[in-house]
Structure formats: structure tokens, C-alpha cells
């Protein structure tokens, strides 16, 4: 007790004494300014505010963007605002000294009363449909593993999926017999409709399951979800999106994409704190669907996929001030901004000699993630040299087995990327397309 300094112990022992560990403070303190920085704009249309740098200025003044560096990897786990921050630690702060009995709290009070039908309000369902899990893989693996299927039923997939949701598949083919069929959809597509002609070829009588990446992460390809999913309902089968990559990015609601089951984190364009998900089935499904963790007997509908043992569950309590700010800003705004900053970097590289994008920028194909190619440059070797010359942060894309025609850098700006930025990142790429790298 000694250690803790007197101020903390008190604030805990006021805490305490109001009957509530953990008082929900749900309006943060910069969601007031970011509220009146929209509502200063409401007549604005997303197109023309995305062009609007002293707005997003703005928005960044919420975040702690290290100085003197350029984040360009956005896409792979998002920082998150600075009130998001001060939120976890609170909680942190009031949970860890009695997490007996604090953590349940915080996990009634914040994360089922005000997380959850956040949530079910983002994805246009309702709240008892959705369920707070860990991460995205841990969402869909729960479905690609957890559907009853027979040996001999077929899973329609692609070589451009998620790693880990293709690994859960390959398991499940050598324990259960199941078939992939497997797209592999050409780098870049022509059109949407190209991709959704992919898949459904692939349909057929036995097609039980389709994994739809929304988009994928490795071109930032779009999938025309919701024609995918109608073609297989008319075979018969059930149709699962990875979110991850679009979720609080794309304004859609999962009624609109017309999937049977969906899973996002919510660590990536929700910028919640690492460690949130989502999984969405509809209520009938749960009962049919196996858990990855048996969970306790007794647990109904969604409730039977959040049992995952012990796990800080106050960490998912964050998520309600990212919410709180999404809700503000709002999709459609985040993804024009999204759209115009990556048409801003791709339009300065395009066309030096070598440079290939893997997707097309017509909206429908793309927002913000591109991957880009530079002619017979390493990659890993491009990163690394942006990072120790440029203090420029990319993803390197290449060395996959099952995709190993991708060989480029992901760049993922993030809506409060500056245009100075992305020249510094555009000047640094044109020195090494054209010079090598030193
Ligand atoms: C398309 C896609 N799906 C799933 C995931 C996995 O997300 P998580 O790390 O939250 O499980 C990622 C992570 O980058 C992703 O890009």
C-alpha cells in the first residue's frame, strides 16, 4: 500500500464508495470538440470534407502521433485516441487492485450495456446477435471450424483470405475431409465483377460455406459481397465475411451485405484498444454452430462463443469512447477521407517505371489499403530502408506459399494522415524506384 501514491488509493476508495467500481465515463474528453468540429460541417458532403486538411488536423489532435515519424501501416493494428488510452487505463487502474469481482462489473456495466449495442448499432443488428470476442481470428475461426459440415461438403474460399482464417480451413480439410475449392483471383482485377464470377464458378450443390475478405489484406482488393452471398444462398449455402479491414471504415450494415455470419476487430479502423472482436450470427444459427471453448453450461445464443477462460475483459470496455468518436466522424466520412489520401500517394508513383497497384481505384474495388509493387525491388528490403532512411512505417508483402505472386508494400494511411506525409512517403519511393536502394 505504501507505494501507491495517495491520490490513486483515494480516487479508488471514491470509486468504491459510489456503489459502481467502475463509473462508465462515456463521453470523453475530446468527443465534445470532434462533435462540434462536425456538426460545424453537417452541410459539408464526405467528398469535399475529405479535401478539408485543417478539419483532419483537427481530429489528429486527439491522437499521440509519435513525432518525426511517418505511420504508414494503419491497416495491421490502429493507434488509438488519446482519450481511448486514458479510458483503458482507468480501468486498468480500478480493475487490477480487486479484479475478482471489478472485471464482471466493468463487463456488465460497460462492455454488455454500452460496447455491445454500440456494436449491434454499427452493424445496423440487434444487440443479442453480437458477441465481444477477442480478434477478428478468433470471431471467424469460431464459424470456420464451429459449422456442422460432413466429409465431402465444400468450402469456397481464396488464396488472398486471411492467413489465419485459411489455416483454420486447411485443419479443418485434414480432420474432417471437408473440399476447398479456391479462388485465385489475378492481380489487379479488371473489375468487381471479374471477382464475383471467380467465386461463382466455384459454387455448386455441395458448397456448404463461403469465406468472403472484405477486404483482403493483402491488395486491398473489394469483394461485391453482397453478390457473392446471393449466388450462394441460391445453391444453398452460408456465406461468412472477414470484416477486419472494412468494419468502421465502410459505411454498410450487415443486413445490406446479406451474410449469414461476420466477424471484424475491433483494434483495426473501430480503433479500439488491442484485444476487442466481433462476432455476428443470427440467433437460430448459434444453436447450431460449435464453440471454439466449450463454454459453460447454460450460456445461450451468442453467449456460448465469449467463453474463452480468463481474459482481461476490461480491456473491451475501451472500445466505448472509439465508438463514441466512429459515431461522430462516421463511415462515410472516414472513407472518402480514406479514398482521396490514397489517391493522393497512388497518383505521384503510378507511373514510374515497375510500379504496379494491385487494385484499380474505382471506389468499389478499393478505399484505403493498396499494396504496391516496385518492379524487381525486395520488399522486405523496401521496408527496411524507408524505416532506417525515411523514418517511413510500411507493411512488406511477400513470401507467401499460397499467394506468391504478391510481392509488394502495403500502405495504409490513416484519415488523419497528412498530405505533407504521404509527399515525404511518394519522394522516398521515387528515390528508391529510381536509385535503388543505397
Ligand atoms: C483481412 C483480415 N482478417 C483478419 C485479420 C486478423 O485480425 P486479428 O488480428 O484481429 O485476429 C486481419 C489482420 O490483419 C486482416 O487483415
Same mark, same amino acid.
Given at each position: 500500500m505504501s507505494s501507491v501514491p495517495r491520490r490513486h488509493f483515494l480516487a479508488q476508495l471514491g470509486a468504491g464508495a459510489a456503489g459502481l467500481a467502475v463509473a462508465p465515463r462515456l463521453i470523453a474528453a475530446q468527443l465534445p470538440t470532434i462533435e462540434a468540429l462536425v456538426a460545424g460541417r453537417a452541410q459539408v458532403a464526405p467528398e469535399r470534407l475529405a479535401e478539408d486538411e485543417a478539419f483532419w488536423a483537427e481530429v489528429r489532435r486527439g491522437f499521440d502521433v509519435p513525432e518525426g515519424v511517418v505511420n504508414l501501416d494503419h491497416g495491421n493494428i490502429s493507434p488509438v485516441a488519446r482519450d481511448v488510452i486514458e479510458d483503458l487505463v482507468r480501468h486498468v487502474r480500478a480493475t487490477? #487492485?480487486? !479484479?475478482?469481482?471489478r472485471m464482471n462489473e466493468l463487463h456488465r456495466e460497460v462492455?454488455?450495456?454500452?460496447v455491445r449495442p454500440g456494436l449491434a448499432r454499427l452493424l445496423g443488428v440487434p444487440a443479442d446477435e453480437v458477441a465481444l470476442v477477442r480478434n477478428a481470428t478468433e470471431a471467424l475461426d469460431t464459424v470456420l471450424l464451429g459449422v456442422p459440415l460432413r466429409a465431402g461438403d465444400e468450402i469456397v474460399c481464396s488464396a488472398h483470405d486471411y492467413f489465419a482464417m485459411l489455416d483454420a480451413l486447411e485443419q479443418r480439410r485434414a480432420r474432417e475431409g471437408v473440399v476447398l475449392r479456391v479462388v485465385r483471383p489475378p492481380v #489487379?482485377? !479488371?473489375s468487381v465483377d471479374a471477382l464475383a464470377a471467380l467465386y461463382e464458378r466455384e459454387?455448386?450443390?455441395?458448397?456448404r460455406l463461403v469465406l468472403v475478405t472484405h477486404p483482403s489484406n493483402l491488395t486491398g482488393q473489394l469483394a461485391p459481397v453482397r453478390r457473392i452471398a446471393d449466388a450462394a444462398h441460391r445453391v444453398g449455402a452460408e456465406v461468412v465475411v472477414d470484416g477486419a479491414q472494412s468494419m468502421a471504415l465502410l459505411p454498410y450494415t450487415l443486413p445490406e451485405l446479406g451474410c449469414d455470419y461476420f466477424g471484424a476487430s475491433l483494434?483495426?479502423?473501430?480503433?479500439?484498444?488491442v484485444g476487442g472482436g466481433v462476432l455476428w450470427m443470427r440467433k437460430e444459427s448459434a444453436e447450431k454452430v460449435w464453440p471454439l471453448v466449450p463454454p459453460p453450461k447454460g450460456a445461450k445464443g451468442l453467449d456460448r462463443f465469449t467463453w474463452g477462460g480468463t481474459h482481461p475483459r476490461h480491456v473491451q470496455a475501451a472500445a466505448a469512447p472509439a465508438l463514441a468518436l466512429h459515431e461522430q466522424l462516421g463511415a462515410a466520412r472516414k472513407a472518402a477521407r480514406m479514398r482521396y489520401l490514397t489517391s493522393y500517394w497512388r497518383s505521384r508513383v503510378e507511373r514510374l517505371p515497375g510500379v504496379r497497384l494491385y487494385t484499380t481505384a474505382a471506389p468499389e474495388a478499393s478505399c484505403g489499403l493498396a499494396t504496391v509493387e516496385l518492379g524487381a525491388l525486395d520488399p522486405k528490403a523496401v521496408k527496411q530502408a524507408l524505416w532506417e532512411q525515411d523514418r517511413i512505417f510500411v507493411q512488406s508483402m511477400t513470401g507467401y506459399d499460397r499467394s506468391p505472386e504478391i510481392r509488394g508494400i502495403r500502405v495504409t494511411p490513416n484519415v488523419y494522415t497528412s498530405l505533407a506525409e504521404l509527399d515525404r512517403f511518394a519522394g522516398a519511393l521515387i528515390r528508391l524506384v529510381r536509385h535503388g536502394i543505397g
Open positions: 487490477q #487492485p480487486f !479484479p475478482a469481482k462492455d454488455a450495456a454500452v #489487379p482485377l !479488371p459454387l455448386g450443390p455441395k458448397t483494434h483495426k479502423w473501430l480503433a479500439a484498444p
